[in-house]
């Protein structure tokens, strides 16, 4: 008997997440779930997922990020966002990095089942529910696309995100092994690039590119 598609649940709702293992249960091996992004990281590639059902907005790391790092590590793993973001760009943005799939959290469980099948056969999947300007301008781009936030590297997004979220400096070294004196640096950077000159015109950068949630 063929083993069954293995699945990793990347989702900070408890009950959301218990629901989706309920439902993918009946064809799919659900392999873990976390509720952040950085643990999404760790998690895959210590268990090997064929594929990961995502949020975009997550804590400590967003989905976006998370995403791409995975993607990075191990570039046969599918990534299916599950959101409530439909804004075109962070649609276009998430197949940028990646993406084989993107579904609202308002889809049926039978198109959630169907966008897993379809991806781990090697096909995209976009919701029929996603807005019809964020499907024509996801036809529009290519792969040259530079969005705003690709001013910032990976690290700065992931210094930024922190931040956002209110860490200090301590905590945020901690958790990136980093030094203080680096995150300093990496804050001084964000602000030139950014041209922010507070730390609340960096929060609203950060929830308007949707590295935190508003």
Request: overall charge neutral; aromatic content about 4%; hydrophobic content about 40%.
């Amino acid at each position: 008997m063929p083993s069954r598609p293995r699945i990793l649940i990347a989702e900070p709702e408890t009950l959301l997440v218990e629901l989706c293992k309920e439902l993918l249960a009946t064809e799919f091996s659900v392999i873990g779930t976390v509720g952040d992004g950085r643990s999404l990281v760790q998690a895959a590639e210590q268990l090997t997922p064929d594929a990961i059902l995502l949020c975009v907005t997550m804590p400590c790391l967003n989905g976006l990020d998370a995403g791409e790092q995975v993607k990075r590590s191990s570039p046969a793993v599918k990534l299916v966002y599950l959101t409530n973001v439909s804004d075109p760009q962070v649609v276009a943005e998430a197949f940028r990095r990646g993406a084989s799939g993107y579904l609202l959290k308002t889809c049926t469980p039978s198109e959630l089942l169907s966008a897993l099948r379809d991806v781990l056969r090697g096909k995209l999947h976009i919701s029929s529910q996603l807005p019809t300007e964020a499907i024509d301008f996801l036809r529009r781009q290519d792969k040259r696309l530079v969005e705003e936030e690709e001013r910032l590297t990976l690290r700065q997004r992931e210094v930024l995100q922190l931040l956002a979220e209110g860490r200090v400096m301590k905590e945020i070294g901690n958790a990136l092994n980093l030094t203080a004196r680096t995150v300093a640096y990496h804050k001084y950077r964000i602000r030139e690039v950014l041209g922010a000159r507070t730390d609340a015109e960096l929060i609203r950068y950060a929830v308007r590119s949707n590295i935190i949630a508003a």
